[in-house]
T-cell receptor
Framework: DAKTTQPNSMESNEEEPVHLPCNHSTISGTDYIHWYRQLPSQGPEYVIH???SNVNNRMASLAIAEDRKSSTLILHRATLRDAAVYYC?????????FGSGTKLNVKP | DVKVTQSSRYLVKRTGEKVFLECVQD?????MFWYRQDPGLGLRLIYFSYDVKMKEKGDIPEGYSVSREKKERFSLILESASTNQTSMYLC?????????????FGPGTRLTVL
């Protein structure tokens, strides 16, 4: 199965943009790239997903490399409530892989 | 809003006990999933179900079984609990099996096996 690689942790200052990278060099043409985040003591929640084009929603933006072997989740202005573990996942129908995620620490 | 509930937030069991973890979703979703989450390993899929009475193995099904008798309910069963099954268990549901589908997660059950 295709897999993802993310840094274990990252740190950001409040009110600044955050770029969370994900490598998925074995991605197949039909794999969708999803991002979820897990706040402390909660289950993961959906953030955003895309296939080839960059995507924006109210929570974040997703930038996908032209060769689709990497992607970046962009939080435009980090807040303390964005401190969480962020997972980059490849999904192809009911086949998916959750990596170990990136723990984002946001400093006031 | 979609709601996925799990029967317990914390559970302590003894080695060899039979353990049932229950999950209920209220949005008529076709698919339901059971994951376990361990430090450094992220989420790993145990089993999923795409319809009533249907199930498929995930990446780590050994030592577990599941039951889906009703669409809204998906149970994870540990036939004989062992200490290496101490973990956080997360249930999720999604509308269909489409690659664009969102999974909705419950709050998790932290199981400790002594």
């Amino acid at each position: 199965d295709a897999k993802t690689t993310q840094p274990n942790s990252m740190e950001s200052n409040e009110e600044e943009p955050v770029h969370l990278p994900c490598n998925h060099s074995t991605i197949s043409g039909t794999d969708y790239i999803h991002w979820y985040r897990q706040l402390p003591s909660q289950g993961p929640e959906y953030v955003i997903h895309g296939l080839t084009s960059n995507v924006n929603n109210r929570m974040a933006s997703l930038a996908i490399a032209e060769d689709r072997k990497s992607s970046t989740l962009i939080l435009h202005r980090a807040t303390l409530r964005d401190a969480a573990v962020y997972y980059c996942i490849l999904i192809n129908f009911n086949k998916f892989y959750f990596g170990s995620g990136t723990k984002l620490n946001v400093k006031p | 809003d979609v709601k996925v509930t799990q029967s317990s937030r914390y559970l302590v069991k003894r080695t060899g006990e039979k353990v049932f973890l229950e999950c209920v979703q209220d949005m008529d979703h076709e698919n339901m999933f059971w994951y376990r989450q361990d430090p450094g390993l992220g989420l790993r899929l145990i089993y999923f179900s795409y319809d009533v009475k249907m199930k498929e193995k995930g990446d780590i099904p050994e030592g577990y079984s599941v039951s889906r008798e009703k669409k809204e309910r998906f149970s994870l069963i540990l036939e004989s609990a062992s200490t290496n099954q101490t973990s956080m268990y997360l249930c999720a549901s999604s509308s269909t099996g489409a690659s664009t589908d969102t999974q909705y997660f419950g709050p998790g059950t932290r199981l400790t096996v002594l």
